[in-house]
């Protein structure tokens, strides 16, 4: 697909989307996104041969897919997509993130650049554009600047950027591999002095890990009358949620001290939920313990194999 395939204004836009070991839902994000900008970039994190089928895919609906030879993470499948995308003959003004499980509105990109629009006709210097509002996650929303809404630590996925802004705040941090990579990059935004301003009338349609509903004694744990029903990451995560929080704290902790202490609370929060109610706690635990002692250690990119087998105990 070229410029002259899709509206002008979203003609500056190119998609990056990650994805590893991909359900079908990727090609659902791919179709989503296909109509709307410039060109998509689909980067292959290693994924096994099953998931080839995928890929396919969205080859067929104009993807171009690029193939990571290793497991590296997403932020480095984004910035595989970014020097990608830098390399087009008419590189885009702006690249739009997304994960392989996220669906876009039909307008949604159209919203997201004339939320940029207005914001920089406010005064603004933007340094993102996130989806006003996100299935399952409460609401980003800071605060209002002469009419336009602004937003904290968006997800990563329907983020659209300028490429201008990733020239001034640099990539995507590799070494975080999964987890914190959107709220690291948010962190830099702020300390340049650019504001994330969220796009109204979008909702992204993502899937946010999986629904758990704990027993006890084989009835189900109520709460006021309720079921009690709980979101949790998939298992690996544990060690990434871990290590990684140690690490932003590390480079921005001493600016945003009571941010940084929220934050490490309402982790430590969920993870003592995981470890109370949801199966397979020594994993968790032994998870957390090794991620945080790497973090300590600064050791970053994929969990090193010692802690790999523990998932399979």
Same mark, same amino acid.
């Given at each position: ?70 497991? &590296? %993470?997403? $932020?480095?499948? =984004?910035?595989? #997509?970014?020097?990608? /995308?830098? +390399? @087009?003959? *008419? ?100 300390? &340049? %002095?650019? $504001?994330?301003? =969220?796009?109204? #009338?979008?909702?992204? /349609?993502? +899937? @946010?890990? *999986? ?103």
């Amino acid at each position: 697909m070229t410029a002259a395939d899709v509206p002008a204004a979203t003609a500056r836009v190119v998609a990056i989307i990650s994805a590893f070991n991909p359900s079908s839902t990727l090609v659902d994000a791919c179709r989503s996104v296909v109509g709307q900008v410039a060109g998509v970039v689909v980067v292959d994190d290693a994924s096994t041969e099953k998931a080839q089928d995928h890929f396919e895919a969205c080859r067929a609906l104009g993807c171009e897919v690029e193939s990571l030879e290793t497991n &590296s %993470g997403i $932020a480095a499948a =984004l910035n595989r #997509g970014l020097e990608r /995308a830098r +390399a @087009l003959p *008419s590189p885009p003004e702006f690249i739009l993130t997304l994960d392989q499980d996220s669906v876009l509105q039909p307008d949604y990109v159209r919203r997201a650049i004339d939320a940029f629009e207005s914001a920089r006709a406010a005064g603004l210097e933007v340094g993102a554009v996130a989806p006003y509002s996100v299935e399952g996650l409460p609401s980003r929303v800071d605060k209002q600047v002469g009419g336009v809404v602004l937003g904290v630590e968006p997800i990563q996925s329907g983020l659209l950027i300028p490429m201008s802004v990733i020239d001034e705040v640099g990539p995507f941090r590799e070494e975080l591999f999964i987890d914190a990579v959107d709220t690291e990059f948010f962190m830099r935004l702020r300390d &340049s %002095g650019l $504001a994330v301003v =969220l796009a109204p #009338g979008t909702l992204l /349609a993502h +899937a @946010l890990g *999986s629904r758990y509903s704990p027993t006890l004694f084989g009835r189900p744990v109520r709460f006021r009358g309720r079921s009690v029903s709980i979101v949790r990451s998939s298992t690996f995560r544990y060690y990434y949620i871990a290590r990684n929080r140690v690490v932003l704290n590390r480079l921005f902790g001493a600016r945003y001290r009571r941010w940084a202490v929220r934050e490490t609370l309402l982790d430590l929060r969920h993870v003592i939920i995981v470890l109370c109610l949801v199966p397979g706690r020594m994993r968790h635990l032994r998870l957390v313990v090794a991620g945080w002692k790497a973090g300590v250690r600064g050791q970053g990119g994929r969990m090193p194999a010692s802690v790999e087998r523990i998932l399979h105990r």
